[in-house]
Nanobody
Framework: QVLLVESGGGLVQPGGSLRLSCAAS????????MGWYRQAPGKQRELVAV???????NYLDSVKGRFTISRDNGQMTVTLLMNRLKPEDTAVYYC?????????????WGPGTQVTVSS
């Protein structure tokens, strides 16, 4: 079983910063893409940022220039640095990863971490 554990959520004022981290574990052979999704109350889950094993990235338009995703392949971790946060960034943020474990493809989700941007 692949486990993803997130950390770093919390309450921050508008304009502030937060760093989310996610660590994968579970006898994983390889991880292809790691990313962050978010879901605000009453809204669908949306992709925030993804990064491939070759460090190619893609971002939600509304976070471009404010958020930065990075990963450490050796440690199987992915980090989302969020700057200039806005109230509309408030959501539960979920870590996601896909790869191969014991010769079988997997896609895993973390339990989510709350990010609240409010004064």
């Amino acid at each position: 079983q692949v486990l993803l554990v997130e950390s770093g959520g919390g309450l921050v004022q508008p304009g502030g910063s937060l760093r989310l981290s996610c660590a994968a574990s579970g006898s994983i052979s390889s991880i292809n893409t790691m990313g962050w999704y978010r879901q605000a109350p009453g809204k669908q889950r949306e992709l925030v940022a993804v990064i491939t094993s070759g460090s190619m990235t893609n971002y939600l338009d509304s976070v471009k220039g404010r958020f930065t995703i990075s990963r450490d392949n050796g440690q199987m971790t992915v980090t989302l640095l969020m700057n200039r946060l806005k109230p509309e960034d408030t959501a539960v943020y979920y870590c996601n990863a896909d790869g191969v474990q014991w010769g079988v493809a997997f896609r895993a989700w973390g339990p989510g971490t709350q990010v609240t941007v409010s004064s």
